[in-house]
């Protein structure tokens, strides 16, 4: 195979002389022809004569040799990229539309597609990754008591003690804080000044050796390090932590940093590709030793026997161990251990409820994340979308090539007298279409990074940093050469096909003005087909992005209980600051205080959590001391805040009061309910005078209902009501009195006190950190944004697709227009009316508007049913978006096609007629 | 019958020319020559098929050629098997075989 090669680079870079060698032999094969001819006894010119009927061409049989090896094929193909590019500089204006087409066409599809990469296709960096399985999908986060059966991805501490010390059947298993954890950090050797925060994650200290990461500098967490409770204070920091928190301090290793109050040291660097094992919008500064929580979050320990579940875990496969098998053998365990912890007595029931779960092993070579599950959908109906748009910008650019084609019938049909092949001419066209796709998709390559940059920052709701990254990996650029290569084939079949089969009788004669060219029918009914096409298409694109808008509009429009203009949320942590509970009710009084005496504030209030978040606090509910009977669900969701939120916030009162500043800690625990907690709970009469006790300890006592208040959104805008109670902050103890949240009504825009605001905190104490500062229209933004994002880009690619569209039609009328010159020359000196000539024209693009939307009708509804989930507030049926669709398309078509119409109208006569 | 060439496919073209080089390295014509006298007229092979043939052997490395002087004081490329031309030629030649009694076969049946 070498020799192959070889001989034939020399034949490519040296043709000189192996066209010598060839004819030499081809020579000398006609000499030693003569020459046994002649020995036979044939006179000398007979022998000739004869040997060059043997022969017949030598020139051709000179061509059959040098074609027998491959590098004819590697010849001719460069032959045809440079014809290619010289066809292609020939017709400027046209390569150019064609180029920018598919640079956007390309573009746009690159750009999904890294996004759709780094989300759901890559894997972690860490050692076989395919190895690694989670425990449950770890879709579930945060700290809570579960019993329900089914299956679970949170876990208690102490189920990954239990579990952990057994490598039959896994490798190895880690535990990890199913959130991450925002933390104060101060640089050790400096007592006081500014501290900034970092989000840490709490892991188990076999968490780096499941994963197989090995890290840039010094050491990660062992077992040693988890294995008693508070101690082994040590850190593991991100790459980007330590260059721009720690200057990238060569001499990091064994540094203090105070986190929290508690010294920690600095034991190892991580490479900067690792950003842990969750792909979220929060990406950890430091990984730190799980036995370490109480330390980091601030909260009492949950490592504690009989804990609650709020850790999730991965384990790394046996290459021999089937997962089945391991599946089986990790929910035998859990049930074990939940039957261990009911104790001694267990009902049956709870023992029917614990059979039931199961916990499923699943693929988590891409990490876990909450991300990825949100914009799962929405990325690939966007996929789906921009491919159509690439799929428009080929029928324009195959219409395009075709009309190319058309031009060059001539030298096609010179070619192919001289001897060429048809196949040799299609692969020409094909050539020319394929440099234009490459050249267009290096463009798009580029144009494809700062898209990408862009969807990331809206992904990534502005996150400083993130694990997204907008760079093209192998994947990415291999994908990208493949849509061009695919590309190329279709645009260029079509041309490839019509110039091959060009009819050399007829073609060639100098006089080709008749009103229609030979093969009329045929040749014209392609590019009409591809506009309808494209007319189809657009329409699915417009309808979906009509829904999809509508649906924002509606989740926008959604009433939410409350007066959302002009409402500034700050968030901030008297934790940070060192507060104990003692300290915390003086010091809401004197926030609220110190803000309430600003100029341009109406009111301000706190609160545990901001009126409108994706999580909740929530807990089951005993009523009137009557115990729940453990058939039925009686919970609430719950939130903790000061006297005036609802006033803050304008949301009405239906009955008795709100919480008041008189709710002190030593009175009588009062609690606000919304309708839905009333209506369901007290059907019968008045909520108010009812109580209601909590099974989560933290909010421990009974709590009596003085209020009701209408209800509200909470977590998303289209989520049904829930019952939900709000408790005094004043009458918590412990960690659940802690507030984080500020809410102030501004009387005009909520960013021009920010400021002062602040001001006003610092005042208060200068060691508050303002975490954040939102306006609540902010907050709120920030609950719909995969609709937004998936509504936003829907109506950029229909934009896109109908300004592609409209260019098509422009074209293939103008053309129409150009060929029917001498026709419509004719009609006018016979005296046909201008408006009659427009008309004509006009006719045309209107039946292909019409066939398409026809067509596109039963498309688009299929098209809407499919992305059915997604809509709010609208059904995938809705007349008046598919009829706005319509009239947009037509309006759109109808202006691209008055311009060549009009020109038809200005067809001078004299000209038209006159010969060539 | 100067088209009866053309009935020769590809393969079974490189079987003859192998077996011929066997004999004893040859020029080009003298290779169609053979052929043609020992196939008794049957096989007449020009030379559109035969140099391109032969060329493709040269490059997958079952012939070697040189320049030689000619019995008639002439230059000419004369063409010699290989040690795997050799096996190549025993493997087609078994193949052939196996081939042809299958055919025989079903013409008996």
Known sequence: ?916 | MTDASRDLVQGTLEMLVLKTLDLEPMHGYGIALRIEQVSGGVFRVNPGSLLPALSRMERAGRIKADWRISENNRRAKYYVLTARGRKALEEERREWDRRAAAIGKILEA
């Open chain 1, 1 to 916: 195979m070498f020799r192959n090669f070889w001989s034939g680079m020399r034949s490519l870079l040296r043709p000189g002389e192996r066209n010598a060698e060839i004819a030499a032999e081809v020579q000398s094969f006609f000499e030693q022809a003569v020459e046994h001819r002649v020995r036979m006894g044939m006179s000398r010119a007979d022998a000739e004569r004869a040997a060059h009927a043997e022969i017949r061409s030598a020139e051709m049989v000179r061509h059959k040799v040098w074609a027998a090896g491959w590098e004819t094929s590697a010849e001719s193909l460069v032959r045809d990229l440079r014809y290619s590019v010289r066809q292609i500089l020939r017709s400027p204006g046209l390569s150019l539309v064609a180029i920018v087409s598919l640079a956007l066409g390309i573009g746009a599809n690159t750009a999904i597609f890294t996004v759709i990469n780094d989300l759901m296709l890559k894997q972690l960096p860490v050692r076989d990754p395919q190895m690694l399985v989670s425990f449950g999908d770890g879709q579930d986060a945060g700290i809570m008591a579960l019993s329900d059966p089914g299956p679970y991805d949170i876990f208690p501490y102490d189920f990954y003690r239990h579990i952990a010390v057994d490598r039959d059947e896994l490798d190895g298993i880690a535990a990890f804080a199913s959130f991450p954890a925002q933390v104060s950090i101060r640089a050790a050797s400096a007592g006081s000044g500014p501290a900034t925060q970092a989000i840490g994650h709490l892991v188990s200290g076999s968490f780096f050796s499941v994963l197989g990461a090995e890290p840039l500098m010094g050491r990660t967490l062992n077992p040693n390090d988890t294995a008693t409770e508070g101690s082994n204070a040590v850190a593991v920091i991100s790459h980007r932590y330590w260059r721009e928190n720690l200057a990238a301090d060569p001499g990091v290793i064994g540094r203090s940093l105070a986190i929290n109050g508690t010294t920690f040291v600095v034991v190892g660097v991580m490479p900067s590709s690792f950003f842990g094992v969750q792909l979220n919008q929060l990406v950890p500064d430091m990984w730190l030793p799980i036995t370490m929580q109480p330390q980091v979050m601030m909260q009492p320990s949950l490592l504690k026997e009989d804990g609650l579940f709020w850790i999730n875990m991965i384990g790394r496969r046996k290459p021999d161990v089937p997962v089945a098998q391991a599946q089986s053998w990790v929910t035998v365990e859990f049930q074990r251990f939940l039957t261990a912890r009911e104790g001694a007595q267990i009902s049956a029931r709870r023992q029917q409820q614990i059979s039931g779960t199961n916990i499923p092993l699943m693929p988590a070579g891409a990490g876990l994340s909450h991300m990825r599950k949100s914009y799962e959908g929405p990325l690939t109906a966007l996929m789906i979308m921009v491919g159509l748009v690439l799929l428009i910008a080929c029928a324009n650019l195959a219409n395009l090539l075709l009309a190319k084609a058309a031009s060059r019938a001539r030298e096609f049909c010179a070619r192919l007298a001289l001897g060429s092949s048809r196949g040799r001419i299609a692969r020409q066209i094909l050539t020319e279409a394929l440099v234009l796709a490459l050249i267009g998709g290096g463009l798009g390559l580029g144009l494809a990074f700062w898209a990408t940059r862009v969807l990331i920052s809206f992904i990534d709701q502005g996150a400083k940093h993130t694990a997204l990254s907008p760079t093209p990996d192998v994947r990415v650029l291999l994908f990208t050469l493949g849509t061009c290569v695919l590309t190329a084939g279709l645009f260029g079949i079509a041309p490839a096909l019509r110039g091959s089969r060009t009819q050399v009788a007829g073609a060639l004669s100098a006089n080709t003005r008749t009103t229609s060219g030979a093969g009329a029918s045929a040749q014209h009914v392609l590019p009409k087909a591809l506009i309808v096409f494209q007319v189809t298409l657009s329409l699915v694109l417009l309808t979906v992005a009509g829904l999809l808008l509508r649906t924002m509009e509606n989740l926008r429009a959604q009433d939410l209980g409350m007066n959302r203009t002009n409402i500034l949320l700050v968030n901030t942590n008297p934790k940070f600051a060192g507060y104990q509970p003692e300290r915390l009710n003086t010091l809401y009084d004197r926030i609220l205080a110190r803000i309430d005496a600003l100029p341009g504030v109406q009111s301000a209030s706190m609160s545990g959590g901001p009126p409108l978040q994706r999580g909740s606090w929530g807990s089951p509910i005993d009523l009137d001391g009557r115990p729940t009977p453990p058939t039925e669900n009686i919970s609430a969701l719950l939130n903790r805040v000061s006297a005036g939120y609802f006033e803050t916030l304008e949301t009405p009162l239906l009955r008795g009061r709100t919480i008041r500043a008189e709710d002190h800690a030593d009175g009588v625990k009062a609690a606000v309910v919304n309708k839905t907690f009333a209506n369901r709970y007290f059907p019968s009469g008045d909520a108010v005078g009812h109580s209601f006790t909590i099974a989560d300890p933290g909010a421990a006592g009974v709590w009596h209902i003085v209020g009701v208040v209408r209800d509200s959104k909470h977590n998303n805008p289209a989520e049904r009501p829930a019952p939900f109670a709000w408790l005094a902050t004043t009458q918590l103890t412990g960690n659940d009195q802690y507030a984080y949240w500020i809410e102030v009504r501004s009387a005009g825009d909520p960013h021009k006190i920010a400021s002062e605001v602040r001001a006003a905190l610092a005042e208060v104490d200068a060691n508050l950190p303002i975490l954040e500062m939102k306006t609540i229209e902010e907050q709120f933004d920030s609950l719909i944004d995969q609709q937004r994002f998936v509504s936003k880009l829907a109506s950029v690619f229909a934009g896109l697709a109908l300004m592609l569209a409209c260019i098509g039609l422009y074209g293939v009328m103008t053309y129409s227009v150009v060929r029917r010159t001498t026709e419509l020359g004719v009609r006018m000196a016979l005296g046909a009316p201008q408006v009659g000539l427009l008309w004509m024209v006009l006719r045309e693009s209107l039946v292909l508007l019409a066939i398409g939307v026809v067509l596109g009708l039963p498309l688009s509804l299929a098209a809407t049913q499919a992305i059915k989930a997604g809509l709010f507030g609208v059904s995938p049926a809705d007349p008046v978006t598919l009829i706005a669709a319509v009239v947009v398309l037509s309006a759109a078509l109808v202006t691209g096609s008055l311009i060549p119409a009009r020109r038809a109208t200005r067809v001078d006569p004299m000209t038209a007629l006159r010969c060539e």
